[in-house]
């Protein structure tokens, strides 16, 4: 009967020990170590991580078919206007396709790292470190991009509110000196907001990983599944539920689907994500 060492995963034959500490500890103790990988595992091979594995695939899929037809309506709305207005705002159109056509690469292979690591888990020796890697590297060029591509779109906004002549919607000339200042500084701090919130969710997620990773590696508990993350996710569906109503009231079936597929996939992450750190 071949064996594996849950430390250094060295593969033993049949009353064969293994020279590193994992040898040296009794059951019990063995048991304790490998406990947290197999609460880990469980989680992959359960039908409820099949299920949010689903729901966020579906999530991505009808993203894009939305957004896709969004940019085409809108680049194809903007060709029977003037040149002047056409060539610059067309312009500006693609380019904000093309950044989100580009952040949406590494949702795919999110999507192939959540259904990898679904059916590996359900495999007697399968190992899960390949997907959660491609995750994790996928999970930092999401950021990247979408942090370039709110940097981008918010600066551009910035820029053009700054050439809007507030006086015409201020009650009175003495409002307009400071209501243009107010603004775009409120504007700012959005974008500041918006920033820290991403860079925090982020860090949470990659410290998921990086303890899903260490924990299956050696076998025993290696950190913790932030709190934050999972209340930031519970938010983020509750935002997404009620952007869902909104894109129901304009008619927009794609985006409704994606935002409602969204909500489910984030509320059951959290959901599963619970269950793994009261069983660690």
């Not at 938010?235 to 079936?253: D, K, Y």
């Amino acid at each position: 009967m071949v064996t594996v060492c849950p430390l250094c995963k060295k593969v033993l034959s049949e009353g064969e020990e293994c020279g590193c500490m994992s040898s040296k500890l009794d059951p019990k103790q063995k048991a304790q170590r490998t406990n947290a990988a197999k609460v880990i595992t469980g989680m992959g091979a359960s039908t409820a991580f099949f299920v949010i594995t689903l729901f966020y695939t579906m999530g991505v899929f009808f993203n894009a078919l939305s957004s896709g037809a969004s940019y085409f309506g809108l680049y194809s709305g903007f060709m029977g206007r003037p040149a002047g207005i056409t060539d610059l705002t067309g312009d500006a159109i693609l380019l904000q396709a093309g950044l989100w056509l580009l952040a949406l690469i590494p949702s795919i292979l999110i999507c192939a790292g959540l259904w990898t690591l679904c059916f590996r888990a359900r495999e007697p020796n399968g190992s899960l470190n390949g997907p959660l890697f491609l995750i994790k590297g996928a999970v930092i060029a999401q950021f990247c991009l979408i942090f370039l591509l709110i940097l981008v779109m918010q600066g551009a906004l910035i820029a053009s509110l700054s050439f809007i002549n507030i006086e015409r919607f201020a009650l009175s000339g003495r409002l307009a000196a400071g209501l243009s200042q107010a603004v775009i500084g409120g504007v700012i701090l959005l974008i500041a907001g918006m920033a820290a919130a991403l860079v925090f969710y982020f860090i949470n997620i990659l410290k998921t990983v990086n303890m899903a990773i260490s924990t299956l590696q050696t076998g025993q508990r290696w950190g913790d599944v932030p709190t934050p993350l999972i209340v930031m996710n519970y938010l983020f569906a509750a935002v997404n539920f009620i952007s869902a109503g909104f894109e129901i009231s304009r008619g927009n079936a794609a985006s409704a689907v994606s935002a409602i597929c969204t909500a489910a996939f984030l509320a059951g992450l959290s959901a599963s994500l619970s269950a793994v750190r009261r069983g660690l």
